[in-house]
């Protein structure tokens, strides 16, 4: 359940109602596009992949001792060039995912193609190539490079600025003060996706270390993460660990249906001497549209550093909780249960310029009934959501059984 400290006053009362509310609307922009493009946060965050090569001899090291080597990992300055590469199998919508996703962002921006919350989306399938740096907890720079084009994001001081250079188009918003900024690494490094699956590590999980390996001329052990439950899409993550300093280098999910990886992320050149200062300097290119973000320390939904704020980390049930959803199930079974308050199931309205959304949509999906009513499940090769026709959302990497059980039980 949610985590929300009791108050006597019934103003707080009220509030607590107004914030929950405006939960349900802000979640149910998000429904449909999370749930056909497979747009979550713990699959798509800004991490990088590649080849590893090499099998170097390194001293022996537990499983509980690489952990901690990675916990207590306090690299402050990096640079490198990072590649993505996601294959959740989702479905060719023929240019539809741009209406789609373009509507989920409508009310964390203003439209503008350098508000972050928009490119983030691109990240969901195919192979991407970053440049990341990053310099204390106040300076992090991620630029996502195109076909011609380049997108970058700079988190310097006080400001974060995001900036598309294919429309020269600038977005900024002011934080209200960096010195109060959470710290944590640049948004584009595979130590941020660790820790979120670390977070995970309990009972229901097995953890091995599994050889050596060699990623961008450095020497890394091999973690191996494994759910010891049934039910669940998530099949292996393989994390490599650069011996010196403890920060992970690569990140490779594997699905429990087997084939490709779904997330292979890791770093292809990396280097942990300071970067250059003008580094991330940024003043808007002549003629450029300025689209200015709110001044309160988040950009329209992102933090400091960049990363999504509006929506919930999905690194832990946990997390969920504390976001106000309810949770059910344990470790790598829990399934985030979301009442959008909007009833009648799929939303309906025109796609591609015409015809009916909601069919258009429930034919990407596989209509099921039990206890519960109907509903449509929507699935990718990891987080598959159960959207029923009385409002409610149930989402998780487990597979389509275990969401009509969850639905079922209420």
Same mark, same amino acid.
């Given at each position: 359940?949610?985590?929300?400290?009791?108050?006597?006053?019934?103003?707080?009362?009220?509030?607590?109602?107004?914030?929950?509310?405006? @939960?349900?609307?802000?979640?149910?922009?998000?429904?449909?596009?999370?749930?056909?493009?497979?747009?979550?946060? $713990?699959?798509?965050?800004?991490?990088?992949?590649?080849?590893?090569?090499?099998?170097? *001899?390194?001293?022996?090291?537990?499983?509980?001792?690489?952990? *901690?080597?990675?916990?207590? =990992?306090?690299?402050?300055?990096?640079?490198?060039?990072?590649?993505?590469?996601?294959?959740?199998?989702?479905?060719?919508?023929?240019?539809?995912?741009? =209406? !789609?996703?373009?509507?989920?962002?409508?009310?964390?921006?203003?439209?503008?193609?350098?508000?972050?919350?928009?490119?983030?989306?691109?990240?969901?399938?195919?192979?991407?190539? !970053?440049?990341?740096?990053?310099?204390?907890?106040?300076?992090?720079?991620?630029?996502?490079?195109?076909?011609?084009?380049?997108?970058?994001?700079?988190? *310097?001081?006080?400001?974060?600025?995001?900036?598309?250079?294919?429309? *020269?188009?600038?977005?900024?918003?002011?934080?209200?003060?960096?010195?109060?900024?959470?710290?944590?690494?640049?948004?584009?490094?595979?130590?941020?996706?660790?820790?979120?699956? !670390?977070?995970?590590?309990?009972?229901?999980? =097995?953890?091995?270390?599994?050889?050596?390996?060699?990623?961008?001329? @450095?020497?890394?052990?091999?973690?191996?993460?494994?759910?010891?439950?049934?039910?669940?899409?998530?099949?292996?993550? =393989?994390?490599?660990?650069?011996?010196?300093?403890?920060?992970?280098?690569?990140?490779?999910?594997?699905?429990?249906?087997?084939?490709?990886?779904?997330?292979?992320?890791?770093?292809?050149?990396?280097?942990?001497?300071?970067? $250059?200062?003008?580094?991330?300097?940024?003043?808007?290119?002549?003629?450029?549209?300025?689209?200015?973000?709110?001044?309160?320390?988040? $950009?329209?939904?992102?933090?400091?550093?960049?990363?999504?704020?509006?929506?919930?980390?999905?690194?832990?049930?946990?997390?969920?909780?504390?976001?106000?959803?309810?949770?059910?199930?344990?470790?790598?079974?829990?399934?985030?249960?979301?009442?959008?308050?909007?009833?009648?199931?799929?939303?309906?309205?025109?796609?591609?310029?015409?015809?009916?959304?909601?069919?258009?949509?429930?034919?990407?999906?596989?209509?099921?009934?039990?206890?519960?009513?109907?509903?449509?499940?929507?699935?990718?090769?990891?987080?598959?959501?159960?959207?029923?026709?009385?409002?409610?959302?149930?989402?998780?990497?487990?597979?389509?059984?275990?969401?009509?059980?969850?639905?079922?039980?209420?």
């Amino acid at each position: 359940m949610a985590p929300y400290e009791s108050d006597d006053s019934t103003g707080a009362a009220q509030g607590d109602d107004e914030l929950r509310a405006e @939960r349900r609307r802000k979640a149910a922009r998000y429904v449909v596009p999370v749930a056909v493009m497979g747009v979550a946060a $713990a699959t798509i965050g800004l991490v990088p992949a590649l080849a590893d090569s090499g099998d170097p *001899n390194l001293p022996k090291i537990t499983a509980q001792e690489l952990i *901690n080597k990675i916990a207590k =990992s306090d690299v402050q300055q990096l640079s490198g060039t990072v590649k993505i590469s996601t294959d959740l199998g989702l479905p060719d919508l023929g240019g539809l995912e741009s =209406s !789609l996703l373009s509507g989920a962002t409508q009310g964390s921006g203003d439209g503008s193609s350098a508000d972050p919350s928009t490119k983030l989306t691109e990240l969901a399938s195919g192979t991407h190539t !970053l440049r990341v740096a990053a310099d204390g907890p106040e300076k992090q720079k991620v630029s996502l490079l195109e076909s011609g084009a380049e997108y970058s994001l700079i988190h *310097n001081g006080t400001d974060v600025w995001g900036y598309d250079s294919k429309s *020269n188009e600038v977005y900024h918003s002011t934080a209200a003060d960096s010195g109060k900024a959470e710290q944590h690494e640049t948004p584009a490094t595979p130590k941020d996706f660790a820790d979120e699956v !670390l977070k995970s590590v309990d009972d229901t999980t =097995s953890v091995t270390v599994d050889g050596t390996a060699q990623v961008a001329g @450095r020497d890394a052990y091999r973690l191996v993460i494994k759910p010891k439950q049934s039910g669940t899409t998530v099949g292996a993550i =393989s994390i490599a660990v650069d011996a010196k300093t403890g920060t992970p280098l690569k990140f490779t999910l594997t699905p429990s249906s087997g084939g490709a990886a779904v997330v292979d992320a890791g770093y292809t050149q990396v280097s942990f001497a300071k970067p $250059a200062a003008s580094t991330f300097d940024f003043t808007p290119p002549k003629g450029a549209k300025v689209t200015e973000g709110d001044e309160t320390g988040k $950009a329209d939904g992102w933090d400091q550093g960049g990363k999504a704020s509006e929506a919930p980390d999905h690194g832990s049930a946990k997390d969920l909780e504390k976001e106000g959803f309810d949770v059910l199930g344990k470790g790598w079974n829990s399934i985030a249960v979301l009442d959008t308050g909007s009833k009648g199931g799929l939303p309906t309205g025109s796609a591609s310029g015409g015809g009916d959304l909601s069919g258009f949509l429930g034919s990407l999906g596989d209509p099921v009934s039990g206890k519960f009513g109907k509903g449509t499940v929507f699935s990718t090769r990891l987080i598959n959501a159960l959207i029923t026709d009385d409002g409610k959302v149930y989402v998780g990497a487990v597979d389509k059984a275990a969401l009509v059980k969850a639905a079922n039980a209420g």
